[in-house]
């Protein structure tokens, strides 16, 4: 579906002074220059080579070119004719030129690197009698060379004979082919009736070849190399037998040779790929390009298309492949067509005239190496040189004129396809149009309404017609003609077409020098006018968008300008220039797309990607493919905004991957379509999401829900986005949506695949976020992502209050809605079952085998059956698959039970247990309903329906409490026995309740005691026991609280109160009951032995943090230095390399990738042999011995294991910890010593506190600071928890891992607050 357009043409004319002629020309690859050689001619035998300069963006010629040598030619002919340059070639990277002559010299001519100085010239050989024919192979390591006595030599670089072949008719001798027939007619299948017709062998060809000459063979020989220099082909008349190409290796042996062919003429092109060898074949009628395989055999063909005004120009004919084999040019004598292939059809692209030579040979063709569409074409008078690429000519791809139209070039042929319209492969087309002349380039309007063709000779206007959606065969309207005469045809190139207006279009003409040529077809006076002389236009372009007037013209250096009917106005400037471009206008700026022939795509002068291989630019996208076969959507936006999705098909709806070398032809963003081709030809429309999601969304916004609903079943798009796109419309809408859905089996479908879910923010989010969205990015992960409660029965409800209107019509729906809501309202969807029950049976047995569609049956009945709708019960189970002996009795059953008994009974049945306790308070059975609580355990219901009735109530609440008494749930029973008065089960509940209940416990014992139930000594052994369980609780205030009040014990509740520190409320409960006996005896000694509790608890804390800091700074120190050995083990290699082997070089030392954290560090750190994952990754240690074994390791954390330093840093934080929670008792210890004079050992243990206190503010600072450090750079960083999502070690490499990313896991560090001294003491 691609033309090929000129981009670059100029013309090289010698002076005319000179009257030599151009007798060859190549390519200096590396000043990328052409090289032509003047004479030898027969009035001067004398050779002159020739450097033409140019704009390397231009392609402007100098018209001054520099000699590079010049040396006489002698004839060495009998009849005195003069000497012909056979081959020319440079070499690049010697800056050497070698001339091969017919007479057999070969001649090399070496240019220094200082211009000034002049070339050297040398004769390196000659070769007698002559020689036919020269090829240098690709490499320039091998020289190729046919002389006049039948003979092939093979040279080196340095003209060194590797072998010399003779060409004898003993070569024929291997042309024994047997063709099987592939791709002919008579080997497919043609029916049943065909084969009864001719029956015979599809491998003996009705007419065989004998090899006899063409008429028009001028008897010479041409060479041609396989692209890899592997083979090399000749093609030579053998005298008195028949044309043959033979085929040798790059040793010159034989490897085949070609099968007879009629009319075989001399031209022979290898194409670059290697698969087809391109021969002439003429034949009476016709002149045909036929293919050989290497073997010899014939692979196919196809007919050239001669000029009709020229009828001579194809008497003699050569061929050449470009570099990448995607171009065959077909050399004529005044003339040079460029054909292409796809989908195995020969496409005439280009037809570039180059004018009569006054000798009658033919044009000097050579392609540029390394640029596949740039060529040189020298004839005797003048050098022409283009270039081309490889472009769709399309319409616009904007709606409403999105037809997805497409023309493709073919000689006079215009093949042209709306997409839209008719998807048609290739080489067919929706309509084929038919010119007066072989057409160069193609232009559409920006509205789609028109198409203008440049051909040699004129520009036709064709008109396209849409009727509806679709688009009808192009009219022709009118053809403006040049009036050019055959003579100017040589002179004047007509390059390219471009609209500038409805009616008004733009040709790029070579005429001396590049400009512009305007044609108004709307004007009366219909003429050519030249606007526009610039030798620095390369490309015109029309406005993709239809939005803005006039042409874009590109220079070869990038630069941007629009040409209108109000001047030249400067644009933007491209980083480079960019053969494919493309310009829309996105609010009020221009965008120019532009792709580099290396894939860099840019917008503006921003660069976007560099692998971009074919783009389209639409109203809302770019579209572009990649070379790693993706297709890749960019919303449009300002050029800073451009957002470019990475390669991310399962997870991006903007990226899609396509089929391998896959090329963009047209989008249809109407319908929601892309159109690809295959490298070989082939198309593919695709639906890409990114499309159809944009389709969509827009289809909802125009409340065109109909379309949108039949689009989303047909791509398989969830439903759900016709909602949740615009949840608000919809709801106002509701109506208009089921009129256009309609189909109530839609409108089910619709309803069925609802979910508590917002699309447009999961699945279907949209891409095309605003920078303010995309800063707020990250707010939905505060909060449910995507979850939307309540969506479905907000849908549901709001599409039941518009179909109960119409009940009978949209019954069907009504069920649905009820039965998809979430949960589902089976009841209510029942309900209308049972109401049509009532109306119509026919409709009501129709509802029910919906519903039983729609959910379980056996649900469904339950559902019935506590309706306590009988009737409906029975209909509903008669769709199951129950016995009916099975429920019948049962229904019968229940049709002879009071309605309260019936209801009880159902709810029983279905586990509705409370409904059913509710039923039995009704019937007024209390007996029945107190055994049903105690049986299903509804106390708590029961207690709130008999809450008004006092004796009932107070049976619940004893058979209550027994319940809770039976499952040790003592606090709240004491409490029920309690509110019964019930004081000994009460006290007994709240003893064995614990400690917490103290209070309720004393006091019903209390009011037992006042009741003479108990005795004094029985309550004070339960006071005794509850203090005593205070005591082991460490609640010492409350068990000095009993001890005081209950039991009269001062001195045990004074020492509580010690052993608590809290020495103020010791103090006071002495003087309030004035024994000042217990100040030293009580008071004191509880200060002392607080004093040395807390004095060898600081100790041991301060000589623990002096140890384990300072080791886990060295710890870490050795992790870092060297990781591998900390994590492995000084011998990670054990006895496999030796106690002082080298690790070997195989082994990662940084644990700096996945594979190193992933497999080395989670294996072992022991000294056994082959424990290295890498090394020894055979050894499996995943297994639940290892695992425990490994447990216990780390939770001891024994030194020099790499468990340590989890473990130290875990004590620090627990004695950080336990510091700071002794802060208080050790204050209110403080202020006790000091009441009680001991100010010494007050001013002792606060000295020691902030020794403490200050040495876990260090440890926090270098620990914890040490750990966000590691967090960045250490092993358990990022990196090991990047390794730990990947790689999940098992057995005890699990622990392991576990260990590391606990450590790596990033985690606060403890508080560490102040410690407030007594001013008193000195402090601060």
């Known amino acids: ?45 004398r050779i002159e080579l020739v450097r033409v300069s140019f704009s390397k963006t231009s392609l402007v010629l100098h018209r001054n070119p520099r000699v590079i040598a010049s040396w006489p030619a002698p004839s060495v002919k009998e009849n005195g004719d003069a000497d012909a340059i056979l081959s020319l070639h440079h070499f690049s990277d010697s800056l050497t030129s070698c001339v091969i002559m017919a007479g057999g010299d070969i001649v090399t001519v070496r240019e220094d690197d200082d211009d000034s100085v002049e070339a050297h010239i040398e004769i390196v050989g000659t070769l007698s009698p002559s020689i036919v024919a020269a090829r240098w192979s690709p490499d320039e390591e091998l020289l190729v060379i046919a002389t006049g006595d039948a003979k092939v030599i093979f040279m080196s670089r340095s003209f060194d004979v590797i072998t010399e072949t003779a060409l004898t008719e003993d070569d024929l001798k291997m042309s024994k082919h047997v063709s099987v027939g592939w791709g002919k007619k008579e080997t497919q299948f043609q029916g049943k009736g065909a084969k009864a017709k001719a029956l015979r062998d599809p491998t003996i060809p009705e007419k065989v070849d004998e090899g006899r000459p063409s008429p028009y063979d001028d008897g010479r020989c041409t060479i041609s190399w396989r692209g890899d220099g592997a083979y090399v082909a000749v093609n030579l008349l053998q005298e008195g037998v028949r044309r043959v190409i033979r085929v040798y290796n790059r040793d010159g042996e034989l490897d085949s040779v070609t099968e007879p062919v009629d009319g075989l003429e001399g031209s022979l092109s290898w194409r670059p790929s290697g698969n087809l060898m391109a021969g002439i074949q003429r034949l009476s009628d016709r002149v045909d390009v036929v293919f050989f395989e290497r073997n010899g055999l014939r692979h196919g063909q196809f007919t050239l298309r001669a000029p009709e005004n020229a009828p001579d120009a194809a008497s003699a004919l050569a061929l050449d492949w470009n570099s990448d084999s995607t171009v065959l040019a077909v050399i004529f004598k005044d003339r040079i067509q460029l054909w292409t292939t796809g989908n195995y059809h020969w496409y005439l692209k280009q037809e570039i005239f180059c004018g009569p030579s006054p000798t009658e040979q033919l044009p000097l063709f050579s392609w540029h190496v390394e640029k596949p569409l740039r060529f040189s074409a020298s004839t005797t008078e003048k050098v022409l040189i283009n270039e081309y690429i490889f472009t769709v000519a399309r319409g616009p791809a904007s709606p409403p004129n999105d037809h997805g139209a497409v023309a493709v070039i073919d000689g006079r042929t215009i093949k042209f396809t709306p997409f839209r319209t008719a998807n048609i492969p290739p080489p067919y087309a929706f309509s084929e149009l038919e010119l007066s002349s072989p057409a160069i380039d193609v232009a559409f309007s920006r509205d789609g309404s028109s198409m203008t063709v440049l051909h040699q000779v004129g520009v036709s206007l064709y008109a396209l017609e849409a009727k509806g959606p679709r688009l009808l065969p192009p009219r022709l309207i009118e053809t403006a003609l040049f009036g050019l005469e055959e003579f100017q045809l040589y002179e004047e190139a007509l390059l390219q077409i471009a609209f500038s207006g409805p009616t008004e279009v733009q040709v790029l003409q070579r005429a001396g020098e590049l400009g512009l040529l305007s044609y108004d077809f709307s004007q009366e006076n219909k003429q050519w006018t030249r606007t526009v002389n610039s030798d620095t236009i390369a490309t015109i372009s029309s406005y993709d968008d239809g939005l803005t007037a006039g042409i874009v013209a590109q220079d070869g250096f990038g630069k941007l300008t629009r040409f209108s009917s109000d001047g030249a106005t400067p644009l933007q400037k491209f980083p480079a220039f960019l053969p494919w471009s493309s310009f829309v206008t996105y609010n009020e700026e221009l965008l120019a797309f532009g792709l580099s022939r290396n894939g860099h795509l840019y917008a503006n002068s921003r660069q976007l990607v560099k692998n971009c291989t074919s783009f389209v630019v639409t109203n809302s996208h770019l579209i572009f493919t990649t070379s790693n076969h993706l297709v890749k959507f960019v919303h449009l936006a300002s050029v800073d905004e451009l957002d470019v999705p990475a390669d991310d098909p399962e997870n991006d709806e903007r990226c899609r991957s396509i089929e391998r070398g896959g090329r963009l032809v047209t989008a249809m963003p109407t319908k929601m379509s892309i159109v690809l081709q295959m490298p070989r030809g082939n198309l593919e429309t695709i639906f890409p999401r990114a499309m159809v999601l944009a389709g969509i969304r827009h289809l909802v916004e125009q409340k065109d829900y109909g379309s949108a609903f039949a689009t989303c079943r047909t791509q398989r798009v969830d439903m759900n986005i016709l909602y949740d796109h615009r949840p608000e419309q919809f709801l106002a809408n509701v109506d208009l949506f089921l009129d256009q859905i309609k189909d109530a089996a839609n409108i089910d479908l619709f309803l069925s695949t609802l979910k508590d879910e917002d699309v447009s923010q999961t699945m279907y989010r949209d891409t095309k976020t605003s920078p303010s969205q995309q800063l707020l990015g990250s707010a939905p992960e505060n909060q449910a992502w995507g979850a939307k409660p309540g969506k479905i029965n907000t849908i549901c409800d709001a599409v039941l209050q518009k179909l109960r209107t119409k009940k009978n019509a949209n019954l069907q729906n009504i069920i649905t809605a009820n039965v998809c809501k979430n949960p589902p309202a089976l009841d209510d969807g029942l309900l209308v079952v049972a109401e049509l029950m009532q109306e119509d049976e026919s409709l009501a047995e129709r509802a029910v085998e919906h519903i039983c569609f ?12 506590g309706l306590y709708n009988l009737d409906l019960t029975l209909l509903v189970a008669q769709q199951s698959q129950r016995d009916p002996r099975e429920y019948l009795p049962f229904i019968q059953e229940l049709h002879n039970m009071s309605a309260l008994r019936r209801q009880f009974t159902i709810d029983d049945k279905l586990a509705k247990r409370e409904k059913a306790l509710d039923h039995l308070r009704a019937i007024g059975d209390f007996d029945e309903a107190s055994s049903y609580c105690v049986k299903h355990k509804l106390y708590q219901h029961a207690l709130k329906i008999y809450r008004l009735e006092t004796e009932h109530h107070r049976t619940l609440t004893d058979l209550y409490a027994s319940y809770l008494r039976s499952v040790s749930q003592f606090r709240e029973a004491g409490l029920a026995y309690e509110s019964l008065g019930n004081f000994s089960n009460a006290t007994d509940c709240y003893l064995k309740a614990g400690a917490s209940s103290w209070q309720e416990c004393l006091y019903v014992a209390q009011q037992q005691l006042q009741s003479n139930s108990i005795n004094a000594d029985q309550f004070s052994e339960i006071a005794s026991d509850l203090a005593d369980a205070l005591r082991e609780a460490k609640d010492y205030s409350s068990a000095a609280t009993i001890h005081a009040d209950y039991l009269n014990s001062i001195e045990i509740a004074i020492s509580c109160l010690c052993k608590g520190y809290l020495f103020a409320d010791a103090l006071r409960l002495v003087t309030r009951h004035e024994r ?21 608890f600081l100790a041991d804390c301060k000589a623990q943090l002096k140890a384990q800091v300072p080791r886990i700074v060295e710890l870490r120190k050795k992790a870092k230095e060297d990781p591998l050995a900390f994590y492995e083990g000084e011998n990670p290699f054990g006895n496999r390399f030796g106690n002082g082997a080298d690790i070997p070089d195989d082994i990662s030392v940084a644990a700096s990738s996945k594979m190193s954290v992933g497999a080395s560090l989670f294996t072992r750190y022991t000294g056994k042999g082959g424990s290295v994952g890498t090394v020894a990754s055979n050894v499996s240690r995943a297994t639940s011995k290892n695992r425990k074994r490994e447990e216990k390791k780390r939770a001891r954390g024994r030194k020099g294991t790499v468990y340590e330093e989890e473990y130290l840093v875990n004590s620090t934080r627990r004695l950080v910890e336990r510091v700071e929670s002794t802060k ?29 206190v200050e040495g876990c503010r260090t440890a926090v600072g270098v620990v914890w600071e040490q750990d966000k450090q590691q967090q960045v750079e250490g092993v358990t960083g990022e990196q090991g928890r990047e390794d730990g999502e990947g790689y999940r070690a098992t057995g005890g490499d699990g622990v392991l891992q576990e260990s590391l990313e606990a450590m790596g896991a990033k985690t606060a560090p403890p508080v560490v607050g102040g410690f407030a001294r007594l001013a008193l003491l000195g402090g601060r």
């Open 1 to 45: 579906m691609r033309n090929l357009r000129n981009i670059g043409q100029s013309t090289f004319v010698p002076d005319p002074s000179s009257a030599t002629p151009i007798t060859a020309s190549c390519w200096d690859v590396a000043k990328d220059e052409p090289i032509v050689a003047y004479g030898p001619a027969a009035d001067e035998a």
């Open 854 to 865: 729609l959910a379980d049956v056996n649900t469904l009945y339950d559902h019935a059956l």
């Open 1076 to 1096: 000042p006996d217990l100040l030293e005896k009580g008071v004191d000694a509880g200060l002392t032995d607080a004093f040395s509790s807390s004095t060898e």
């Open 1224 to 1252: 208080g008792e050790v204050e209110r210890l403080v202020f006790g010593l000091v009441r009680r004079g001991m100010a010494e050992r007050a001013r002792a243990i606060e000295e020691l506190m902030g020794e403490v």
